[in-house]
């Protein structure tokens, strides 16, 4: 159940937050808001994967 709710919040996460390396963003000239996205969309797809 664990692993299909991060699935399900990964679809999500994919349709409403925007793909960084698609727009090439630079990690050293990032915003606080743009890494704590990156962070959240890299913390549910890892659970998602387990």
Not at 8 to 28: G, V, Y
Request: proline share 2%; hydrophobic share 45%; charged share 30%.
């Amino acid at each position: 159940m664990k692993k299909t709710f991060f699935k399900i919040l990964a679809k999500i996460n994919k349709a409403i937050f925007p793909s960084f390396s698609k727009r090439r963003l630079d990690l050293s000239k990032a915003s606080k808001l743009q890494l704590a996205i990156i962070g959240w969309r890299t913390y549910v797809t890892k659970r998602a994967l387990d």
